[in-house]
């Protein structure tokens, strides 16, 4: 039966009944059968969300195991230790958690035979989540026990449904994304080729053909951003430790000529240790840096980069002397091909920006800077990116 297994496990899919009809799923495992009548009376009336349990009974060690792997909805198991060996309990809980990969059902050890799995040396070795001597479990301890592990139960499977909602959406977002930039692809690319054709003809209007030139260009930047925010659907590095200040000097340098040429100011102060996607990070800083030298107006443009522990994020600011935002369009700014003049065909940079924070698990936004121009401000937490969020 081993073999057949495969070592993944989904949560308990979604039940057509209602939540109040559908009892939580206890499984009783013990070689004692006054053991399971005991049970079943000490947690008769017990409810839980209003829904009540539902007793399963198993043996032995062998028959829990054939019975956790044929029903994904048990939701906790009070797992005797010693039954057709000293330790058929604890092989239960290795077949869960490491054949099953079952890491949603409680389990709780509770043993008449303390002396022969200590307590210490079971709960360091084993992940179970409580371990109980069968003469301490009175009805009131029962009762907190199930209380205490199906809010856990709930909660985990609860995320794990959220996070299939969530993985379910971005791979249909970047379907879609996909999907409209091939269709523009194709066209864009036979207008740009019928526009060199055509301005190689004597005959032909070249400021209307060099206007569809620019048409197409700009035809052909859509796709490469609906492209690029298809890729940030989710990150595709794993988490790692980096330095902040160390990232920004690396996009300075790339942006070394920009800088230059519109003669700009940039100061920073010290900056972070933090553990995330450093080449996501440095696009993020690309993006706002960029949008900072784009903006400056008509004078030298001065930025001024920050950072600051609040509780459990980091806040970064990147602040400049440009023009500013209107009030009415600071949130409609990070929508991709928006931007603070409703004029003015925009890409995608603060979209880009948004997204990347987002993975991240922080949030971003803009307000005036005191003085003049914008102040662009992003959280990041302080304790790390958990690989697979957002």
Known sequence: MDEDVKPRFAPPPASTESPAARPWKLLVVDDEPEVHSVTRLALGDFRFDGRPLEFISAYSGAEARDVIANDPEIAVVLLDVVMETDDAGLQVVQYVRRVLGNMFIRIILRTGHPGVAPERRVIKAYDINDYRAKTELTQDRMYSLMYTSLRAYKHMTAMAASRRHTAALADEYRSVLNRVSGLLLQPAAQIQQAGESLLRSSNADRASLAQLQKACAEL?????????????????????????????????????????????????????????????????????????????????????????????????????????????????????????DESVRAGIGLAICRRIVALHGGRIWVEPRPGGGSRFSFTLPAGGVIHGGA
């Open 220 to 340: 052909g930047d859509i796709v490469g951003a609906l492209e690029r925010l298809g890729a940030l659907s989710e990150p595709g590095e794993v988490p790692e430790e980096f330095d902040t200040g160390e990232a920004l000097a690396e996009v300075m340098d790339n942006l070394s000529g920009q800088i230059r040429e519109t003669h700009a100011i940039i100061r920073h102060g010290e900056l972070p240790v933090l553990t995330g996607h450093p080449q996501l990070f440095c696009e993020l800083m690309t993006q706002l840096l960029r949008n900072a030298l784009e903006n400056g107006g008509d004078a030298p443009p001065s930025v001024e980069i920050g950072a600051e522990a609040q509780g459990k994020d980091w806040k970064f600011t990147v602040s400049d002397s440009g023009r500013g935002i209107p009030i009415d369009r600071q949130d409609k700014i990070f929508e991709a091909f928006s931007s603070a």
